[in-house]
């Protein structure tokens, strides 16, 4: 170590000899290495680092599969499969459940609050072994009816009820629901780790109660099994594996699909690790660019092995009368590898800082939908990975410059040192090999970005199928306890009349959910003239939509009519499809007239009853812009009171305008129905290509370094060869070459080292294009403009790297030249 120490400090004054070379050097790699500690926090925060919990790497999500497909979908499990999954198990240690984010509305505390609020059950707490800061978390039996506790976040206690330990047992209201306060949770604590935090949490006691208890039909979300809104975790039990787990559900899935067979005949179960579940489909491209930065600081690497090269070149005299005098060649590759570590030590503090600045840039771009952002930053992992990453990356750049380096013949040297024109052929070619490396991944990283980018335009200019321009969107909540349906119809009637009179409202509706936002669900349903077995029931998008909400969004009626004031509550029950859902279930016929039966109402019964197709509108695109639109019906809202609709209100001019106006009419009607979640239709769909977005715009930088680095170690190339070949060239003059000549020279062995450079890079590519197949749109993996445009980008930045060395060699005069050393 102290040999290792003494070798650094004379490296550092040899490299303090030489500023110009060693400053480049080490911006050089602080880029290199800057941009690959960037982009490690990034995949440490979301990839690597454990789940806050206790033991994270025992924990699973378990969802539900279509065994025909194999797709999993989230939120899949009914509260009896959870019970079923519970009794039934023999690999879980617990097994809790959650749902989607549920925003309540909070009142008796000051003015109405939107809150985020999420249902669990009660041991949830215990199976991630979380404890409350202050009172206590959920007990056993608070899932059953009656028991109606809640427990709050630390950030939300501090923010509106000021840290005040005597909030424990203290009463709020929850859409004009009685809860008390048991609990606080400690700092820090999230659950589920999405990129909106939970405020408050609930327990299933609600689900467990029946609406409207004087109908005897009427059953509580906790006893139908066909409906499967829950996420389930679990913890394994000790030694059991993943697999064998779901070996355990597989069997369990089998006897609920024999119990069942209306139910769960094409069901599976099936579990992963819950922090796989979590990143989803997040982490290959995460994986794909940092591949790409670290192909980028390859490219840094050759450039610094270049100049080391061509600096050992020089050093030769120096190496080889330390050769006489006894040095052995360990000792000198020891030493050169130590002036290299010196560099990469160096670059790496320097690319430390850098990292932060390019860390702040990362998580601006990084969407707001994918998830543990508040998790990314500089740890002691990051740090760990950059100090590995500059020794690694000294032994790199560093290995074959002082291997070629370490044996030089002290004759050889003297006698090169007489003569430039054939010096150091095997050298010279090393040089340009590395050039030729660095253009290769350099139109990898290229061909990458380049695809990208033109699936990203292609993505951003899509047809909609609606018009997101000039729209507002904004929700609220009825409570349910001072509202009966009838009521709520009127009331949302009425607040829609007074924003159509609003000056610059064009149209305004509401509809649940809203398109191209996330929190869409599935209906079966059953073709009363095409009828198939309960089991084998097709299922498609359901929306409840108010009349006025196709005009609103300007989705085109192909057929029949849209809804008006014909439809009300009490009746003929009606139904509007898609041109999908008419092309798929009605492919030879006309659809108006025919009658549909679809899924269970908002009482729990059997189904929504059947319902006659009276129009069929275009095809629009929901919450993931790039999938094909799907089948989907919609429903009168007056019909199928699901709560109140999100609004959407189409303007003349900025929508934003009207927010106030808005949200002053809401008050006037109901105070404690505040409006929430404001935005206009346009930041969905904005949001919607948030993740292409990110991986255009980083590759593409990613690319734009390589391209830069990439032609400086071009340049380099060429000055040397200039420089060693200025003896050579004056003779090439004085015996009558033109300087044309000698500027074609220079180019065409640019223009070779490019074009082998770019054969290779076709290959490198081809298999980059294979990773980012799933992630592009409408855009073939081998596009041929593509290609063509980057070998192009290629060719031309190589042509001005190398004019300036070739300009220079064309300017050389015979009689200096022939001076020349």
């Known amino acids: 170590m102290q040999n290792l120490l003494q070798d650094l400090r004379y490296g550092l004054r040899i490299l303090a000899k030489a500023p110009a070379f060693t400053i480049v050097s080490v911006l050089t790699l602080a880029v290199g290495i800057g941009a690959n500690t960037a982009m490690f926090s990034v995949v440490n925060g979301v990839l690597l680092r454990p789940l806050p919990f206790r033991d994270p790497q025992k924990l699973v999500a378990i969802g539900e599969f279509d065994t025909r497909t194999g797709r999993v979908a989230a939120g899949s499990l009914s509260y009896p499969d959870l019970m079923d999954i519970r009794t039934r198990n023999h690999s879980l240690a617990a097994v809790a459940a959650y749902n989607s984010n549920n925003p309540l509305t909070l009142t008796g505390v000051g003015q109405a609050l939107h809150v985020k609020v999420q249902s669990v059950s009660s041991n949830l707490f215990p199976l991630l072994g979380a404890e409350a800061s202050l009172g206590r978390t959920f007990l056993a039996g608070e899932d059953d009816p009656g028991h109606h506790v809640a427990i709050l976040s630390e950030v939300f206690w501090r923010r509106q009820f000021h840290a005040d330990p005597a909030v424990i047992g203290r009463s709020v209201d929850l859409n004009g629901r009685a809860y008390t306060i048991v609990g606080v949770m400690g700092r820090g604590f999230q659950f589920p780790v999405e990129a909106e935090a939970v405020e408050l949490w609930v327990t299933f ?162 969407p707001s939908n994918l998830p543990r952002a508040a998790e990314i930053g500089v740890d002691y992992r990051v740090l ?40 150091g052929r095997s050298p010279h070619r090393l040089r340009a090999g590395l050039v030729v490396v660095e253009t290769a991944v350099g139109m990898t990283l290229l061909v990458g970005a380049g695809l990208l980018i033109r699936s990203f335009d292609r993505l951003s200019r ?58 869409e669900m599935s209906v079966s349903f059953n073709l009363l003239d095409h009828p198939v077995s309960q089991a084998d029931e097709p299922s498609a998008r359901i929306f409840v939509v108010v009349p006025g909400w196709f005009e609103t969004l300007e989705i085109p009626l192909l057929r029949g009519r849209t809804f008006d004031e014909r439809d009300q509550r009490n009746s003929a029950p009606v139904i509007i499809i898609n041109e999908q859902f008419a092309r798929k279930f009605f492919p030879h016929e006309d659809p108006i007239g025919r009658r549909v039966k679809i899924g269970a109402t908002e009482t729990g019964r059997d189904s929504y009853g ?105 340049y380099g190339v060429m000055a040397y060869t200039v420089a ?60 041929p403009l593509t290609f063509a445009i980057v070998s192009l980008l290629l060719l031309g930045t190589s042509t001005l790297a190398s004019y300036i060395p070739a300009r220079r060699a064309a300017k050389v005069e015979p009689m200096v030249a022939l001076r020349y050393e």
């Open 205 to 366: 006691s609600q689900d467990g109660e029946v609406e409207h208890p004087d109908d005897p039909s009427d059953q509580p979300a906790t006893a139908q099994r066909g409906n499967h809104y829950l996420n389930v975790i679990a913890r394994l039990n000790p030694g059991v594996t993943l697999e064998g787990a779901n070996a355990d559900l597989a069997a369990i899935a089998h006897a609920l699909a024999l119990a069942y067979p209306n139910e769960d005949s094409y069901t599976g179960i099936g579990a992963r690790a819950e922090l796989d579940d979590l990143v989803g489909d997040n982490r290959k491209p995460l994986l794909v660019l940092f591949g790409a930065v670290g192909l980028v600081l390859l490219i840094a690497c050759a450039n610094i092995a270049n100049l080391l090269l061509a600096r050992g070149a020089n050093r030769a005299h120096e190496i080889a009368i330390r050769a006489a005098l006894g040095a052995s060649r360990y000792r000198i590759v020891r030493q050169l590898l130590a002036e290299a570590l010196a560099l990469s030590l160096t670059g790496a503090g320097l690319g430390a800082l850098l990292a932060t600045g390019a860390l702040s840039a990362i998580l601006t771009l990084y």
């Open 384 to 423: 760990l990975f950059t100090a590995a990453l500059a020794v690694i990356t000294g032994v790199v750049f560093g290995i074959v410059p002082a291997w070629q380096a370490s044996n030089p013949s002290l004759t050889g040297v003297m006698r090169e040192r007489s003569r430039s024109t054939t010096a």
């Open 462 to 519: 899509v047809n909609l199928g609606l018009n997101p321009s000039h729209v507002l969107t904004a929700n609220f909540d009825l409570s349910e306890t001072r509202y009966n349906p009838d009521q709520q119809d009127r009331f949302i009637q009425e607040l829609l009349n007074r924003i159509r009179a609003l000056p610059g409202v064009i149209h305004a509706a509401g509809s649940n959910p809203l398109p191209l936002r996330a929190g």
């Open 610 to 714: 059947t319902r006659q197709v009276v129009g069929v509108i275009g095809n629009f695109r929901r919450s993931n812009v790039a999938g094909f639109p799907e089948a989907a019906f919609f429903v009168p809202l007056a019909q199928l009171m699901w709560g109140s609709p999100t609004l959407v209100v189409r303007t003349a001019g900025d929508p934003n305008e009207i927010t106030p106006q808005i949200r002053g009419l809401l008050a006037s009607m109901d105070p404690d129905a505040p409006l929430y979640e404001v935005r206009t239709l346009k930041d969905y769909f904005v949001l919607d290509l948030g993740r292409a977005r990110f991986q255009a715009i980083l590759l593409g930088f990613f690319a734009g370094l390589a391209l830069l680095l990439t032609a400086v170690g071009l």
């Open 724 to 783: 060693q070949r200025t003896q050579e060239i004056g003779i090439r003059v004085a015996l009558g070459a033109d300087r044309g000549d000698v500027l074609r020279m220079i180019l065409v062995k640019s223009f070779v080292i490019t074009g082998v450079g770019l054969v290779m890079g076709i290959a490198g590519a081809s298999t980059l294009r294979l990773l980012l197949s799933s992630f592009l749109y409408e855009v073939k993996p081998a596009d």
